[in-house]
């Protein structure tokens, strides 16, 4: 079946109307950005008033600046992951080489790994779980904690610098 044998319909859903939408934009421009300014000529030819488009760019930078701070939140839960990682390597280590020590075989050492792995298992599939209610909490949480300690830290740099003139 060719490209030519297919008949469009009589109408289209929403989305479907986005994505058809968002494929012939892309294909029409040869560059990777559009200026502000074509994305409001686009938008005149597509009839759309410029208050919803102003409201639409409006709620996309929003999204996009909730996106960057999750994206950020993400990478200090790997770093976390990572240290715990390399503290459970530490500590097991450790123990299995007194264990070889004392005793010459592994024996109990391998209890204390298991019972240290089981913590560090839950904790990996809960920094790699990023949706859901307990995820919005935690970082809801990070955040506000990022957002105090700016805040000190600016109150903190005002302050000595009001001290020292």
Not at 33 to 59: F, N
Not at 91 to 116: D, M, R
């Amino acid at each position: 079946m060719s490209a030519s044998d297919v008949q469009p319909p009589q109408s289209y859903r929403k989305e479907e109307v986005q994505e058809i939408l968002h494929l012939a934009i892309a294909r029409k421009t040869e560059v990777e950005e559009l200026s502000r300014t074509q994305l409001w000529e686009i938008a005149a030819e597509l009839d759309i008033d410029a208050a919803v488009l102003q409201l639409a760019e409006k709620d996309w930078l929003l999204q996009k600046q909730q996106q960057e701070k999750k994206d950020e939140f993400n990478q200090y839960r790997q770093r976390q992951l990572k240290r715990k990682f390399i503290r459970y390597g530490i500590i097991n280590s450790f123990v299995i080489l007194l264990n070889l020590l004392a005793a010459g075989t592994l024996s109990w050492s391998l209890y204390i790994l298991i019972l240290l792995g089981l913590p560090l298992a839950l904790d990996t599939f809960k920094t790699f779980q990023t949706e859901g209610e307990e995820y919005e909490k935690a970082f809801q949480q990070w955040y506000f904690k990022k957002e105090m300690k700016a805040s000190i830290s600016s109150l903190w740099n005002r302050i000595k610098t009001a001290w020292l003139s």
